[in-house]
């Protein structure tokens, strides 16, 4: 866990954004269609934090113990203090928006991409469990998200709006479409979600496919050794039963040409 730097991804972030097809420019102008805005970087109420993403997404977030959130730093690149590891967190992630979508959906979204950012609450929805949700709280006086509660009931019939973090190329899970209820310990109970198996099906029905392919005529030999191997016991087996046929029959033969004779007295 940490506590993200501000200031860093102010200092990160664009220094200019350009607006293509702008609808009130001068149609005089070649470039009357383009807006084009000086990013200021600063802390107050006129920074647009919607411009954060694109920092996040091609820096990561450090700790504040790197770069303090008191001012912004002169390089983004490095610690304030040199003793203190530089090292970003989520490189690579976007923030994804979602509107709509029903209590199913969400619980989809949590287990896709984690924490759940809903739209006009500061509340952060990180899980459920049984018939409630579990939230991470906004402390009093700016103190951060440092507690969580599990006792807002779920509205299966509420329809939710808000935001996610999110990385293509890092995709925890595959298509989820079903829904089942376990029994875990102490007697709880926890929604999860099954995952939908026809893909990876595929995938595992293809790559068996790809090696049979390249692998035919080894299968070809052992299919081959395994019969030949099976007709050679067979004719041994074959062959120790004639054998013994044979000299059984040739026993009983020589026992049918002996005299009968009977003992005693002349």
């Given at each position: 866990?940490?506590?993200?730097?501000?200031?860093?991804?102010?200092?990160?972030?664009?220094?200019?954004?350009?607006?293509?097809?702008?609808?009130?420019?001068?149609?005089?102008?070649?470039?009357?269609?383009?807006?084009?805005?000086?990013?200021?970087?600063?802390?107050?109420?006129?920074?647009?934090?919607?411009?954060?993403?694109?920092?996040?997404?091609?820096?990561?977030?450090?700790?504040?113990s790197?770069?303090?959130?008191?001012?912004?730093?002169?390089?983004?690149?490095?610690?304030?203090?040199?003793?203190?590891?530089?090292?970003?967190?989520?490189?690579?992630?976007?923030?994804?928006?979602?509107?709509?979508?029903?209590?199913?959906?969400?619980?989809?979204?949590?287990?896709?991409?984690?924490?759940?950012?809903?739209?006009?609450?500061?509340?952060?929805?990180?899980?459920?469990q049984?018939?409630?949700?579990?939230?991470?709280?906004?402390?009093?006086?700016?103190?951060?998200?440092?507690?969580?509660?599990?006792?807002?009931?779920?509205?299966?019939?509420?329809?939710?709006?808000?935001?996610?973090?999110?990385n293509?190329?890092?995709?925890?899970?595959?298509v989820?479409?079903?829904?089942e209820?376990?029994?875990?310990?102490?007697?709880?109970?926890?929604?999860?979600?099954?995952?939908?198996?026809?893909?990876?099906?595929?995938?595992?029905?293809?790559?068996?496919?790809?090696?049979?392919?390249?692998?035919?005529?080894?299968?070809?030999?052992?299919?081959?050794?395994?019969?030949?191997?099976?007709?050679?016991i067979?004719?041994?087996?074959?062959?120790?039963?004639?054998?013994?046929?044979?000299?059984?029959?040739?026993?009983a033969?020589i026992?049918?040409?002996?005299?009968?004779?009977?003992?005693?007295?002349?």
């Amino acid at each position: 866990d940490i506590y993200p730097s501000l200031t860093q991804l102010i200092k990160s972030g664009p220094q200019t954004v350009i607006t293509v097809n702008y609808p009130y420019g001068d149609p005089s102008d070649p470039d009357g269609d383009k807006l084009e805005e000086e990013i200021e970087f600063q802390c107050g109420y006129w920074y647009d934090s919607n411009i954060l993403q694109y920092s996040l997404h091609k820096n990561g977030v450090v700790n504040k113990s790197c770069i303090p959130n008191t001012a912004i730093p002169q390089d983004a690149s490095k610690c304030v203090d040199a003793n203190v590891v530089y090292k970003s967190y989520l490189k690579g992630f976007k923030e994804g928006y979602f509107y709509d979508i029903d209590t199913l959906t969400l619980k989809k979204l949590l287990i896709r991409t984690g924490v759940v950012r809903l739209a006009n609450i500061s509340d952060l929805i990180i899980g459920w469990q049984g018939n409630n949700w579990i939230k991470a709280q906004y402390g009093f006086y700016d103190s951060g998200y440092n507690s969580w509660s599990d006792y807002d009931e779920i509205d299966e019939n509420e329809l939710y709006t808000g935001s996610v973090l999110f990385n293509l190329e890092n995709y925890p899970v595959d298509v989820i479409d079903e829904e089942e209820e376990v029994i875990i310990d102490e007697g709880q109970h926890e929604v999860v979600d099954e995952q939908d198996s026809g893909k990876k099906i595929d995938e595992i029905v293809k790559s068996v496919g790809d090696w049979f392919e390249k692998n035919w005529k080894l299968i070809v030999y052992i299919v081959a050794g395994v019969v030949g191997g099976y007709i050679l016991i067979a004719s041994i087996v074959t062959t120790i039963f004639l054998v013994y046929k044979h000299k059984y029959n040739k026993k009983a033969s020589i026992e049918q040409e002996i005299p009968l004779t009977q003992s005693g007295p002349n």
